[in-house]
């Protein structure tokens, strides 16, 4: 291959890797019945990284986490078309709760990192 045919192929490349959404993650998961579900999720500068269930009405769940560094945190649930938050929180490396969902929704939990380095979350829920 060429040498200008290289440096377009690079060019190229390095503006995928800018456009990429791989930088906020998405993490779903299927909470256990018997146990703590219990979590080490990295967010990368200026992005989010966001752990997702589905949750059914009636449950009662213990909810934890701590930050290496300062976070914005949000809880929400997706219902139809729509997106709703109970709580949302910033500047925060620890936070606790209950949540008790009264209906059957996609639940989240967010945290967003601000920062210049990437922040180590730790996270905790129990049934």
Not at 31 to 60: H, M, N, S
Request: hydrophobic share 40%; proline share 9%; with cysteine.
């Amino acid at each position: 291959m060429p040498c200008s045919g290289r440096l377009l192929s690079a060019a190229v490349l390095a503006c995928l890797a800018e456009a990429s959404p791989a930088q906020r993650q998405l993490v779903e998961v299927t909470l256990p019945d018997d146990r703590p579900l219990v979590r080490q999720l990295t967010a990368v500068p200026r992005e989010f990284v966001e752990l997702c269930t589905r949750l059914k009405a009636g449950i009662v769940l213990d909810c934890e986490f701590e930050s290496v560094a300062p976070v914005a945190f949000n809880s929400h649930f997706h219902e139809g078309g729509a997106v709703k938050y109970p709580e949302g929180i910033s500047a925060v490396t620890a936070a606790k709760g209950r949540l008790e969902p009264g209906a059957s929704h996609d639940y989240c939990w967010l945290w967003s990192n601000p920062g210049t380095e990437p922040v180590t979350i730790r996270i905790r829920i129990t049934p």
